[in-house]
C-alpha cells in the first residue's frame, strides 16, 4: 500500500502556509490556518500508523493478560499517544479558530474591510 498520508499532510501544511503568507483576506488567513493545522494532525495521525495486517485498537483487556498475549498485542496494537495528542489540538485549535474569526468580524464592523492592507492604511 503506497503510503499517500504524508504527502497530503506535506501539501496541507504548505497550502496553509502559503494562506498565511500571501493572501490578504483575513478569512482566507483564518482558513490557510486551519489548513494548516490540519495537516500537522494528519502527520501526527500517521506517526502512529502501522502498515500490519490487522491491527488492533490499543485497548488492553483481562483477558491479554491472563492468556499472556501481551506481547503480540502490543505489536499489533497501534500507538495511541499521537491520537491523544492530536484530539487535544483538535480542541485547542477550535478554540483558537473562534476566537480568530470573532476578531475578523470584529476588524469588518469597525473598517468594513478584510484586507490586511487597507485596514493598515485606515489604522493612520
Not at 494562506?19 to 493545522?37: D, S
Not at 502512529?48 to 499472556?68: M, V
Not at 500507538?79 to 495528542?85: E, G, N, R, S
Not at 473562534?98 to 475578523?104: I, N, P, Q
Amino acid at each position: 500500500m503506497i503510503a499517500l498520508h504524508y504527502p497530503i499532510a506535506i501539501l496541507l501544511f504548505l497550502i496553509g502556509i502559503y494562506c498565511l503568507l500571501f493572501r490578504r483576506n483575513l478569512i482566507k488567513m483564518v482558513i490557510g490556518l486551519e489548513l494548516l493545522t490540519d495537516g500537522i494532525h494528519l502527520f501526527l495521525i500517521s506517526i502512529g500508523f502501522k502498515d500490519i495486517p490487522n491491527p488492533i485498537a490499543p485497548i488492553i483487556s483481562g483477558e491479554l493478560l491472563e492468556k499472556g498475549l501481551f506481547a503480540q498485542f502490543a505489536q499489533r496494537a497501534v500507538d495511541p499517544l499521537p491520537q491523544v495528542l492530536v484530539l487535544t489540538s483538535i480542541v485547542i485549535d477550535i478554540s483558537i479558530v473562534a476566537l480568530a474569526l470573532s476578531l475578523v468580524i470584529y476588524i469588518y464592523n469597525k473598517y468594513k474591510t478584510l484586507n490586511t492592507f487597507e485596514i493598515k492604511e485606515l489604522r493612520g
